[in-house]
C-alpha cells in the first residue's frame, strides 16, 4: 500500500491554497439529484470522497463532466434509479445524503448504510426521525435504509433535532426542498456547509432561510432549475495547514479561504504562540518561537471543529506546559492517533473525553498509521515537525480529503513524497 515518506524539520515557508471544502461538495453533489437542469459547480475539490460520490450519481444515471479547473458539470434529469450501488456506498459517510436527496426526487430511496472514517460510533436515529417527521414510511436493517411515501404523502413538517447533527440537517434539507408545506428544523448544525448547501438550493430555486443559526426553514418548491455555483474554501484543510505551520515553524500565506470560519482555530493556534493576520480572502500564519499550552474544547461550529482535534493535538505535544484537550462530539476521536503520536515521543494521557498532552522538545520520526482522515493528517504533521524521518501509512484515509497534500507541502518546503508499494 502506498505511503508517505517524510524528512522532518523543515519549517513552511510560502504560499498555499485552500481547495473547495469536502464537507461541502459531498452534499452539494447529491443536492444536484433535486435540479431539473444542469449545475455547473466550481471549485469540487479532486479528492477520493468526491470521485466516489460522483461515482455513485452517476451509477444512478447522473451525466456528469469534470475540469481540470475543478469544474463539475452535472445534469441529473435523466436519473430514475432510487437504488445506487451498495459496494460504493459503503466506501463513504456522506452516502448517506443519497437518501434525502432521493427522497426528496422521487418520494423513494433505498440506500445501504454507509461506510467512511469509523472513528466512532456515528449512528442517523436523527435522519431517520426527519423522514418520518416529513412522513416518510422507513425500513431500517441492519444493512439499508428503505424509504417510501407514508399513507398520508409526503409534506413538510417541524422537526427538533435531539443534537445538532450536520448529517441530519443535511438530509433533512434535502428531502424538504422539493415536498410541499413548510419544514422547520430547530436545533439544526449551523457549520459553514450547511450555509453553502442551503447557498447552492436557493441559488437553484429553492427557499430556505436561517441556514446557519439554529432555525433552519424549507417551504418547499415545485422544480429547481440548473445554474452555477461555487463551492465555499475547505475550513478543515486551511486549519490543518495552520496547524502544520504552528508546529513546524515557518511563515505561510493560506490563500482562498474565508478568515470568519477560521476564527475559532485561529485564536487557539495564537494563544499557543503562532502570529496570525487576516486579510479579505487568505490568512498569513507565523510561528518562530517557543509554543505555550492550551486548553482545547471540540464543539459544534462556531466552537473549535472537532475535524482539527488531532492536528491541534500535535501543536500542544509540542507546547511548553500542559495542554488540556476535551471532545465533546466524538468520545473515542483519541484513539486514532494518540498511540501513533506516542510512538514518536508525544506524552498523552487520556481520561475519557480529556486527553492531558505534556509538551516534549522534540518528536521523532517513526512509522505510524493512519486509522482516519483527521487522525492520518495530524500524522502527517507530526512528521513535518519531527527530526528523523516518518512513514504514514494507510494514507487513502488521508486523500479522502485532502488535495494534492504532498504537492502543496512541497511547495511549502516540506520534504514529503509518497511511496508506492
Ligand atoms: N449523532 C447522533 N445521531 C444522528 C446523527 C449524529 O447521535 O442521527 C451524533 C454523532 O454520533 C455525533 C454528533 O451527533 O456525536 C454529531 O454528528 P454529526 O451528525 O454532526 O456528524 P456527521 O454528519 O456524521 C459531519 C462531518 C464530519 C464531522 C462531523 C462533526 C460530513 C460528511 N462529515 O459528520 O466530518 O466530524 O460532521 O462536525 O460532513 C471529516 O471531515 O473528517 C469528518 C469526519
Redesign the pocket.
Known sequence: MARYEIHGGNPLNGTVTISGA??AA??ILPAALLVSGKCRIENVPDISDVRIMMDILEGVGAKILVSSDGTVEIDCSGVQCTRPDTELVRKM??SYYLMGALLGRFGKAHVALPGG?NF????????IKGFLALGAEVDETAEYVALTPGEEGLRGNRISMD??????TVNIMLAATLIPGQTIIENA?K?P?IVDLANFLNTMGARITGAGTDTVKIRGVNALRGGTYAIIPDQ?EAGTYMAAVTAAGGNVLVQNVIPKHMDCITSKLQEMGARVINYDDSIRIIRTGKLRQTTVKTR?YPGF???MQAQVCVCMALANGVSRLTES??ETRFFGYCTELESMGANIWINGKTALVTGVEKLYGSTVCAH???AGAALVIAGLAAEGTTYVEHIHFIER?YENLVEKLTALGANIRRLED
Open positions: 469536502k464537507n459531498v452534499a459517510r456522506a472514517c466512532a460510533s456515528r449512528p442517523i436515529d436523527q435522519h443534537m445538532a447533527s450536520v448529517g441530519a448544525a457549520e456547509h478543515i459544534p471543529p472537532t475535524d462530539v466524538y482516519d482522515l483527521r480529503g
